[in-house]
C-alpha cells in the first residue's frame, strides 16, 4: 500500500476527471450540506469555524468548505486517488484539484462512490505553500503570534521536541467514521522550529454521519 501524501491529515491518487451533470442525474447526497457562507471574519483572536471555512484561497481562487465538487465550475478538474492504492473505502475519497491545468493541491472526500463522484463533497483542505492561506494563515509566512491574533489561542497543542512537532488544535475533533472519514469542525495548525507555519488544515464533515465500524 502506497504512502498517504503530505499534504493531507488521510488520504490517496489518480482514477478520473470530473465534468458537469447529465441534466437527468441528480445528487444522490444522504446527508445534508452545510449551507456555503459568504466570506467574513470574526472578531479578531476568536476562532470561529463558520468564518474560517468562509476564507479559503488556494493560488487566487477562493474556495469554502463543505463544497459540491461540480458547483466549482468548469476551470476546476480533479483527478481521483485510486482507493485500492491507499486503502480508502467506498464514501471516501481523495483527489488533486486543478484550476486552468494548474495544480493547485490535495482535498478530502466524503460521499465519494465509483460512478457517483460527481456527488463527491470536498470537506478538508490542506496547504503548505506561501501563494496560499486559510484565513490569513499563510505557510512558510505566519507567525505563531499572528496565528493566535487572528483565532486566539489553541484549544490542544502538541508538542515535542524530538522529532519536532508543534502543532495547533481548533474547534471540535470526533476522528474517523467507518468509512474513514474524518469527523469534525476544526483547523490545525503545524510549525517549524522557528515558530514559522509550515502547514495549515481545515475539516469541515458532516457531524451527523458517524456510523460505528
Request: with cysteine; net charge negative.
Amino acid at each position: 500500500m502506497k504512502r498517504l501524501p503530505l499534504l493531507l491529515l488521510a488520504g490517496a491518487m489518480l482514477f478520473s476527471l470530473t465534468g458537469c451533470l447529465e441534466p437527468d442525474k441528480k445528487h444522490n447526497i444522504p446527508f445534508e450540506v452545510a449551507p456555503k457562507v459568504e466570506p467574513h471574519t470574526a472578531p479578531a483572536g476568536t476562532f470561529d469555524v463558520d468564518a474560517v471555512r468562509s476564507m479559503i484561497t488556494i493560488k487566487g481562487q477562493h474556495l469554502y468548505l463543505p463544497q459540491l465538487i461540480d458547483e466549482l465550475g468548469d476551470k476546476w478538474e480533479f483527478r481521483y486517488y485510486d482507493r485500492k492504492d491507499y486503502g480508502l473505502k467506498e464514501g471516501s475519497g481523495l483527489a488533486t484539484l486543478y484550476y486552468n491545468g494548474v495544480e493547485m493541491g490535495t482535498v478530502s472526500l466524503e460521499n465519494c462512490y465509483t460512478g457517483r463522484e460527481q456527488d463527491s463533497v470536498i470537506y478538508s483542505v490542506a496547504i503548505k505553500t506561501s501563494d496560499s492561506d486559510i484565513y490569513g494563515i499563510t505557510p512558510m509566512v505566519s507567525t505563531i503570534a499572528d496565528v493566535e491574533s487572528l483565532i486566539g489561542p489553541p484549544d490542544t497543542v502538541d508538542s515535542v521536541e524530538m522529532p519536532y512537532t508543534h502543532i495547533y488544535h481548533y474547534g471540535i475533533n470526533i476522528g474517523e467514521d467507518s468509512q474513514g472519514i474524518l469527523r469534525g469542525h476544526t483547523i490545525a495548525v503545524s510549525f517549524n522550529e522557528q515558530g514559522i507555519v509550515d502547514l495549515v488544515s481545515i475539516t469541515y464533515s458532516d457531524l451527523t454521519q458517524q456510523s460505528q465500524g
